[in-house]
């Protein structure tokens, strides 16, 4: 069954710390994003891929980091500079140009 | 830059009723979609509006693109508790690659 996995579902984040969001997809796209929203609010789109190896930074990269090393991965780092990490993450894919996004089931993000 | 506005952010309605939410966007765009978010869930594709006059129906939805006006609506009818859930519209240019930009959201509660 092709979908996107995320994990954690839930994860706690201490001071100072980084912690890394795991984004996993079998639907064979080239395409991936990481969305950030927050309570009441629509998706902000953090980083982008569309092809391994490659990716551009969206309107709130400040404080996040990420890799694309193979086509299915693409984690998302939430470092210390991000001073206000609590939010709900969601991971996306598209293949073909035209056709819409898909997402995983997100992962929320607290501060401890 | 592009954006994408949603009203009503908020609409709360009576079964059986219709209604209409509109989603307009500042600039050209090659392509347009709609989807539903359940509270705490990830998003669901509904439509894909890729085209002048584009008009789809699912069930009690129906949504149409006027590129001209640069709005789609998403219309609602008869309207049916089930149908409760946030609905987004995310529109793209052929001149940012594959990335979208959303709107904001519209909060349907509809009541029995």
């Known amino acids: 069954d092709g979908g996107i996995t995320q994990s954690p579902k839930y994860l706690f984040r201490k001071e100072g710390q980084n912690v890394t969001l795991s984004c996993e997809q079998n639907?064979?796209?080239?395409?991936m994003y990481w969305y950030r929203q927050d309570p009441g609010q629509g998706l902000r789109l953090i980083y982008y891929?569309?092809?391994?190896?490659?990716?551009q930074k969206g309107d709130i990269a400040e404080g996040y980091s990420v890799s694309r090393e193979k086509k299915e991965s693409f984690p998302l780092t939430v470092t210390s500079a991000q001073k206000n990490p609590t939010a709900f993450y969601l991971c996306?894919?598209?293949?073909?140009?035209?056709?819409?996004?898909?997402f995983g089931d997100g992962t929320r993000l607290s501060i401890l | 830059e592009l954006k994408v506005e949603q009203n009503p952010l908020f609409l709360s309605m009576q079964e059986g009723k219709n209604y209409t939410i509109y989603c307009n966007y500042s600039t050209t765009s090659d392509r347009l979609y709609w989807y539903r978010q359940d509270p705490g869930k990830s998003l669901e594709s509904l439509f894909v509006l890729l085209s002048n006059g584009a008009v789809k129906q699912e069930g009690r939805l129906m949504a149409s693109l006027d590129t001209k006006a640069r709005l789609s609506t998403l219309h609602i009818t008869a309207a049916v508790h089930d149908l409760s859930a946030t609905y987004f519209c995310?529109?793209?240019?052929?001149?940012?690659?594959?990335?979208?930009?959303f709107g904001e959201g519209t909060q349907l509660t509809v009541n029995p």
């Open positions: 891929s569309q092809i391994v190896n490659d990716f």
């Open positions: 639907l064979n796209h080239d395409a």
């Open positions: 996306a894919s598209s293949g073909e140009f035209n056709q819409p996004q898909h």
């Open positions: 995310a529109v793209g240019r052929e001149t940012s690659g594959s990335r979208l930009t």
